[in-house]
């Protein structure tokens, strides 16, 4: 599981360009469903059939990345981009990324120290006056290797460390990818229906389309979600908690947990001695916003891996929660009946 | 009107958390329908079968409400909004849960200035002296809504809830009395109306309906010094031209206009510049449903004590029951 969780959060797949995971995703998924293909927006949908059949589950997880799409490039061929999801500019100076089809190096620059007038120092950075800087001497010799419209995604390994943690980017939402391919190895009363959505970050849009074909009787997301466990933050503002397991939501902004579901999850991983935790914030959005008001309504319910730093080139997870995420989710589909 | 508003706005049903209400709803109109169903996010629908046109009609029955995020070591209760609540219409409100636990929100007081107040930095009071004591009561997860009894004053009442539950009575008392009618009728008390248009979203799909009017409360500029709005408490229903959801359907306001002169009720016409109301799911529905909204004039709305004036519900009902009981040609 976390060969493939690594081998999915390094490829690239800045939303509206996710053929890098959505190869792999399909080479993976193949020989474990009954029948897989993309849909017309870009969807990978696994279907496993049921020993009993008649239920549809859609269960969903994005294969997007937030990440960045060159705007315009300079005379002196740097790079102008603009970014792809929600993205804090604060994080952005001097992060390496890589650009277009060919893996183009770059390096997010700004002015240095030195030129900065002193209110500037203190003042966050604006995106807009960032550039990516591929090494190129102008316009023509940066135009020979990137083409406006191009992405850019964090260049980031994945790597093990301390105490059973993972650190990569993209772990919103490829820990999600990884948990749908672990659960197609097994089989389930219902009929399953992995989906692995386009577009999530910039709107939800492929879980729109995704759920409208499919028709689904209920709905389950397979998340990364914000994990605020920090010395600086307030106790009741943590959302989740590191190493406590997953995390199921009863609100987001996006969608309210069915309730049945939502008790049904925590009966779940309270009768098989499973970690779990209740995220506790309304921060956020997800497929399940888009699942649960498709065509005459969907009963939906999320389930997340905790995640710091998400949205950065450096989130981190705890690989227990993260396998404990994949267990639970295993056990409640089990529990699904015909 | 005024025992059903009571009751209604008694009850409790913050968005998600519908079931309290739908409850109350359904026995209000069940023996009035031929049929009544709840769908799948969980909106109730009361059908009145007809061979004319397939009218849907709705009202939202959620609430606005404060949700638990989080209990601290002392027993207090971390919250977040369900639906628009400001912070500053819920200090020192008394709310209460759906098992009927109550509470009293306040906040930290070490805050410098007050219009920095935000929900994180609130809190509820349930008087639990620890964490144990308190998750012996309530839950994360669980929805608090304010604890506001309906109070009389004359031809005025004021409350929580009255969006929407003045629409929901309105509907109700539609459905009983509209009689001679062709159109097949469908009385859709939606849920999560606050957090989205959710309901409306999923029941008109279900539906799909030749046309839809929801009725929902608007707000007023009949206050000292208020915010510019066409719109006094009192004067009659008001019949939507556009808010941010909705522009109504031309030949739907008119049609609307057009029966509240020929019956004499008297009637506004509303531009609401921020908000909007189911209309703005409905009418996206499928391929389209030309869609109007009947709103009732409502002082304080999201606050605690909501204010509108029974006469305006009696007449958007009269409205309701002579354009459903006449041809409807769009």
């Known amino acids: ?271 098989n001695s499973i970690p779990y935790q209740i995220k506790e914030n309304v921060a956020g959005g997800n497929d399940a916003g888009r699942i649960q008001t498709s065509r005459s309504g969907v009963p939906t319910v999320v389930v997340s891996v905790p995640c710091r730093y998400i949205h950065s080139p450096s989130s981190v997870m705890d690989l227990d929660d993260f396998k404990n995420t994949h267990l639970l989710i295993q056990k409640f589909l089990k529990g699904v009946e015909a | 009107m005024k025992r059903l508003l009571e009751l209604l706005t008694g009850t409790y049903g913050p968005s998600g958390s519908e079931e309290d209400i739908r409850e109350v709803i359904e026995k209000e109109v069940r023996e009035y329908a031929d049929e009544v169903y709840t769908d799948a996010l969980g909106s109730l629908i009361a059908v009145k079968k007809g061979k004319g046109r397939k009218v849907m009609l709705a009202a939202h029955m959620d609430q606005i409400g404060l949700i638990v995020t989080g209990i601290d070591d002392n027993g207090f209760l971390r919250f977040s909004n369900v639906g628009g609540i400001s912070p500053f219409n819920v200090i020192h409100r008394k709310v209460r849960f759906q098992n009927g636990v109550t509470g009293v929100v306040s906040y930290e007081t070490e805050l410098e200035d007050i219009r920095n107040l935000k929900l994180g930095k609130m809190y509820i009071d349930i008087g639990a002296k620890s964490k144990d004591e308190a998750k012996a009561l309530v839950n994360i997860g669980d929805v608090a809504v304010y604890d506001a009894p309906m109070a009389v004053c004359g031809d005025r009442v004021t409350g929580c809830a009255m969006d929407d539950r003045a629409g929901c009575a309105v509907l109700v008392e539609t459905l009983k009395r509209v009689r001679n009618t062709d159109h097949e009728l469908y009385f859709v008390f939606t849920v999560q109306e606050e957090v989205g248009l959710r309901g409306a979203r999923t029941s008109a799909y279900g539906i799909m309906p030749d046309i839809g009017i929801s009725v929902d409360v608007t707000l007023t500029g009949d206050t000292p010094k208020s915010r510019p709005m066409a719109i006094n408490l009192g004067e009659g229903p008001a019949i939507k031209v556009k808010d941010a959801s909705v522009i109504a359907h031309p030949k739907v306001k008119e049609l609307m206009i057009q029966r509240a002169r020929e019956a004499g009720i008297p009637y506004q016409l509303e531009v609401l510049e921020a908000g909007g109301t189911d209309s703005g799911a409905i009418h996206l529905t499928g391929a389209g449903v030309p869609s109007g909204v009947i709103s009732i004039p409502c002082r304080y709305v999201h606050s605690a004590q909501e204010m509108v004036d029974l006469k305006d519900l009696t007449q958007a009902v009269e409205l309701l029951v002579t354009i459903l009981e006449k041809e409807i040609e769009i």
């Open chain 1, 1 to 271: 599981m976390v060969e493939v969780l690594k081998r999915l959060a390094e490829a690239r797949g800045v939303t509206g360009n996710e053929n890098e995971v959505r190869d792999i995703i399909l080479e993976l998924a193949r020989p474990l469903a009954d029948e897989c293909y993309v849909d017309r927006i870009g969807n990978v949908i696994a279907k496993k059939k049921g020993s009993k059949g008649g239920r549809k589950v859609m269960i969903a997880a994005h294969m997007d990345e937030i990440g960045f799409i060159i705007s315009r490039i300079s005379d002196n061929g740097m790079l102008r981009f603009l970014p792809v999801g929600g993205i804090d500019q604060r994080i952005l100076v001097s992060k390496r990324v890589l650009v277009g089809k060919d893996r183009v190096p770059g390096v997010i620059g700004v002015k240095a120290i030195h030129l900065q007038e002193p209110d500037e120092r203190r003042k966050v950075i604006n995106q807009k006056q960032m550039y990516i800087d591929i090494g190129a001497r102008s316009r023509e010799e940066a135009e020979k290797v990137v083409k406006i419209g191009d992405y850019a995604s964090f260049d980031s390994d994945f790597v093990c460390f301390g105490d059973n943690k993972v650190k990569s980017k993209a772990l919103d939402d490829r820990a999600g990818c990884s948990i749908l391919l672990e659960l197609l190895k097994d089989t389930y009363e219902c009929d399953l229906y992995a989906c692995f959505t386009v577009q999530e970050e910039i709107g939800l849009r492929g879980a729109e389309v995704a759920a409208y074909h499919i028709e689904p009787d209920l709905g389950l997301v397979v998340e990364g979600t914000t994990c605020a466990d920090l010395p600086d933050v307030p106790d009741h503002l943590h959302t989740t908690r590191m190493g406590k397991g997953p995390a199921i939501s009863f609100m987001d902004n996006s969608s309210i947990a069915n309730k049945d579901l939502f008790k049904r999850m925590v009966k779940t991983a309270e009768d």
